[in-house]
């Protein structure tokens, strides 16, 4: 995010840029002994792939020191990278809504009716 000016208007970031700006202030934080739970939208939105990895680190960074993190990502390299996934469907409007997975990346690749899975198992 290194084209984000000091001192610049927090209404001219995208949703992404937000939390991205959010998660950069609470890694410069001491943790003091609280607990945070973290919720992040789509925050691979806009972000060229190999920050992807940027992205990731600091997010375990956060897991390390006791906080907890949920992301609604449709990304396949940061699911991959998920402790543990939700997948939720089996399609998207009224055909969706329905718990089709709980559990790891591993497992889900298996479940013949996610539509997740398919794309994850090339990714695994």
């Not at 992807?52 to 990278?81: C, F, P, W, Y």
Request: charged share 25%.
């Amino acid at each position: 995010m290194g084209y984000v000016r000091m001192g610049q208007s927090s209404s001219s970031l995208s949703g992404g840029e937000a939390q991205r700006v959010k998660l950069a202030s609470f890694l410069t934080r001491e943790n003091a002994g609280e607990h945070i739970f973290f919720i992040f939208d789509e925050p691979t939105t806009g972000l060229h792939f190999h920050d992807n990895k940027k992205l990731l680190d600091a997010m375990q960074s956060l897991v390390e020191r006791g906080h907890t993190v949920l992301v609604v990502e449709h990304n396949m390299d940061i699911i991959k990278s998920a402790d543990w996934v939700i997948d939720l469907g089996p399609d998207a409007g009224k055909q969706g809504g329905e718990v089709v997975f709980q559990g790891t990346p591993e497992e889900l690749i298996k479940v013949k009716r996610s539509h997740t899975a398919e794309f994850l198992a090339e990714k695994l």
